[in-house]
């Protein structure tokens, strides 16, 4: 633009997309579509974008023909990449979206790009103000061109939905039921019971919260029309996969939601742990405490050396957060990440698992439980971590093996260990873990959080919907 | 170089309770004859004059004018940590002592506290623990939650050296950061983590999910989070404490608790220390008290000593001295 121009609007050129990306709290897409601006929008200005942002697309959606079913999610003539969108949308990369475009135009009847929603009152797709009320009733309506896209799902049946229970100690959360309600018919345990015949027929879903309704053979011998289970959750290792497929039905987990929380926690237990943060508290309220003696010490974080077993999603967003301590960081994996993402926090792979513990003050178990992982830390490896290192586990309690680390702790074999997960959990009263004072276990909370658990609700609703119209399923566990 | 010839310091005790930690006196040995305060006490007139220097540890030995009074060779004190609010300033300068403190051993570790007991306190991490050790304990409630510190917006009052580096950890949760502080930071210095500056601290207040106060203890910054400043905040937010207990007005901050006028504190300061054992913050089940451990590490702890050590060997050589704290 022209100086003159700039002024008048007081506008200010970005010479970088990434600087604007950057510092806006709306982006606005107003180009013409052209080879050049074909996927301007994508994974990598979704995440350069604020957290808090919002993008709003006013340019092209798609101005070519595409075969629906298999190339629903390709990208051909898009200037935002609407796959990378709703990924973005679910995992809560950017609070919201506004389309006035869109490709196709109108979208088919996927529920996930517009229930997306980072927090309850926003959507991923903004109608004018008088056709909103519409949306909300879920009343889904197709019509032609120009301006309006809504969708319509008229004369449908609300699929029926199998669940445990709700409230209670395991049961579905009381305030997510109202959501539920608006996609799904809820069927309780109790209720299916009391009518199994004709249930039995309907249910085409399963919405598993929390390990709970427990599936076995026998239950899905008797839901001869379940499509599909969704896992609340990252870990299927309560499922039999086999079993399920067998079946002919669809598995969805919910890997991404969780994983910034359990890297949090991933954080606050290592902090906990080095600064004695616990025992600490302990102290401060103890009735018996008369002053704090200056030789009570814990030790640093800032500046050692971390070992991270599992470099997937959330060993990852624990080395972002590691990296902002000044902490060297080890990693272990299957498989080596690229050379930026390793750059990018300044981690090094250590092919043998034996290097990362020998060199590690803190060792994080990041891992998914497998058969391969199945008590990946024994006593060998235990013995190979420094006499002075730390065991952090965010993963499954059985990639320890317990007995092999209480007789560890017990030695002074290793310094400490802070457990977010065991087994079983909880662990019986009488378990040796529970005593020691270099222990602090905390009751498998990874995930725990109002937000957290919310935006589960949503992704595994959204599962439920797609599996059931058929189309390709956000989360999808496969074999 | 004989043992006499190395100046003195002054030390409350080795060991003990409250006394120098014994592998901190090795060291302190290198360059100093070490004199502890019963020492001197038993024999004033011969150690007086060998005194040029005092290394306090854990805010001890009390410098007062008695003791200013008696040491005619005083040349500097040499405080451990970066609080200097328990010395008169004013006094020891009339007296034409120097004061030191040790602002770079402290910055990390006091940060990650900070970090600490932000985690903890939106994690329900001691209330956690609790659970997975209690005999009751039959299974764990799936409605059992936290809050999220990733993305949630933390507000820092008093953005120095520590306050600086609690923004840089910040900023890798992806949290968005606002500060308030006398003077704004340099664009670059915001630029680096994120912060935005908050010239009131109503606006920080009232849009912050976690408060961090991280200033000096001064006459400006006592009694600086009061009822008003209480009752700016989300009602679910939480404050968070590691500068110095009076900072905080503690009879507002408890009834702000118990009204549920916010939703938690963390507080690794109080006023006093411990807080005499019926004091009803003790008794709140939103909050979180660690005993004062800002610095509690054995690399901060070592860190702080080198730190004083060069100080106090700066002034005696007449050398430019790296941390002096001047009165105001």
């Not at chain 1, 926003?122 to 019509?143: I, K, N, Y």
């Not at chain 2, 008290?289 to 610095?295: A, D, E, L, N």
């Amino acid at each position: 633009m022209k100086e003159h121009e700039e002024q008048l609007v007081g506008a200010i050129c970005c010479e970088k997309i990434d600087s604007l990306l950057q510092q806006s709290d709306f982006v606005m897409v107003v180009v013409s579509l052209t080879p050049q601006t074909h996927k301007l929008i994508g994974k990598r200005e979704m995440e350069l974008m604020k957290p808090m942002a919002t993008l709003i697309n006013i340019s092209r959606g798609c101005c070519l023909q595409m075969a629906l079913k298999r190339h629903f999610y390709s990208n051909l003539g898009a200037v935002v990449d609407q796959e990378a969108l709703v990924r973005a949308l679910q995992a809560g990369v950017i609070r919201a979206a506004a389309l006035d475009v869109t490709y196709p135009e109108p979208l088919p009847r996927l529920p996930s790009v517009f229930s997306s929603q980072k927090h309850a009152h926003d959507s991923a797709v903004r109608v004018p103000g008088a056709l909103r009320e519409a949306q909300q009733a879920r009343r889904w309506q197709r019509l032609p061109p120009p301006g309006f896209h809504i969708l319509d799902m008229e004369d449908q049946e609300l699929p029926y939905v199998l669940i445990d229970c709700i409230g209670g100690k395991h049961g579905v959360y009381e305030d997510h039921v109202e959501f539920l309600k608006k996609h799904f018919c809820l069927i309780t345990m109790k209720e299916y019971l009391e009518n199994k015949k004709f249930l039995g027929e309907k249910i085409t879903a399963i919405y598993m919260w929390y390990h709970k309704p427990v599936i076995d053979e026998e239950l899905l011998q008797i839901l001869p029309n379940l499509k599909v289970v969704a896992n609340s959750g990252v870990g299927i290792d309560h499922l039999d996969l086999n079993l399920l497929s067998s079946f002919g039905v669809k598995v969805s987990n919910t890997p991404f939601v969780a994983s910034m929380d359990t890297a949090d926690l991933g954080m606050a237990l290592m902090l906990a742990s080095a600064r004695r943060l616990v025992e600490g508290y302990q102290m401060a309220v103890s009735p018996d405490t008369e002053y704090f003696p200056a030789d009570w010490l814990g030790v640093e974080v800032s500046g050692t050396t971390l070992g991270i077993i599992g470099m997937g999603t959330i060993g990852y967003k624990v080395a972002q957060r590691a990296k902002a301590f000044d902490m060297k960081i080890l990693y272990h994996n299957r498989n080596q990440r690229n050379k930026e993402e390793e750059s990018a926090v300044g981690a090094i792979y250590c092919k043998k698992i034996d290097d990362l513990l020998q060199q590690s003050d803190f060792v994080m178990l990041a891992v998914t439980l497998t058969p391969q992982t199945h008590k990946l830390i024994g006593k060998r490896e235990l013995e190979l971590m420094k006499p002075t290192a730390t065991l952090i586990n965010i993963s499954r309690g059985l990639v320890v093996d317990q007995d092999a680390l209480v007789e560890a702790l017990q030695n002074k074999v290793i310094k400490a260990a802070a457990l977010d997960v065991t087994y079983p959990e909880p662990l019986p009263r009488d378990h040796p873990l529970l005593k020691m004072k270099n222990v602090i276990i905390t009751p498998h909370i990874g995930s725990a959080t109002k937000e957290t658990r919310r935006l589960m609700m949503k992704n595994m609703t959204e599962s439920i919907e797609a599996a059931l119209t058929g189309l390709p399923i956000p989360n999808e566990v496969l074999l | 170089m004989a043992e006499q010839e190395l100046p003195g310091v002054l030390i409350l005790d080795i060991g003990g309770t409250h006394g120098v930690l014994e592998n901190l006196v090795a060291f302190l040995k290198k360059h100093f004859r070490l004199i502890t305060m019963k020492e001197f006490l038993e024999n004033k007139k011969e150690m007086s004059k060998k005194i040029q220097s005092v290394f306090m540890f854990e805010c001890r030995p009390t410098i007062d004018r008695e003791l200013l009074e008696s040491l005619p060779n005083l040349k500097v004190i040499a405080n451990s940590g970066v609080g200097v609010d328990h010395l008169d300033l004013k006094m020891i300068s009339n007296f034409g002592v120097k004061v030191t403190n040790t602002p770079h051993a402290v910055a990390d570790s006091t940060a990650d506290i900070g970090m600490a007991l932000m985690l903890a306190s939106a994690r329900r991490l001691v209330e956690g623990c609790q659970i997975s050790i209690s005999r009751d304990t039959k299974y764990f409630a799936v409605d059992w939650l936290g809050v999220e510190v990733t993305r949630a917006t933390l507000g820092i009052i008093g953005m120095g050296n520590i306050g600086y580096k609690v923004a840089q950890r910040a900023k890798a949760f992806e949290m968005k950061i606002l500060y308030h502080n006398r003077n704004q930071r340099k664009k670059e210095e915001e630029q680096a983590v994120g912060a935005h500056y908050c010239e009131k601290i109503e606006d920080l207040l009232q849009q912050s999910d976690f408060v961090m106060l991280v200033v000096n203890l001064t006459p400006e910054t006592c009694k600086l989070i009061g009822k008003r400043e209480l009752g700016l905040m989300k009602p679910t937010a939480t404050l968070i404490n590691i500068s110095r207990g009076a900072v905080i007005d503690q009879d507002a901050l408890v009834e702000a608790l118990q009204k549920k006028v916010i939703m938690a504190a963390a507080l690794d300061v109080t006023y006093p220390e411990p807080l005499p054992r019926d004091h009803p913050l003790l008794k709140l089940d939103n909050i979180i008290i660690t005993p004062h451990i800002g610095t509690a590490t054995v690399q901060a702890i070592r860190m702080m000593a080198e730190e004083a050590i060069t100080n106090m060997l700066a002034v005696l050589n007449g050398q430019p001295i790296p941390s002096e704290v001047f009165p105001r």
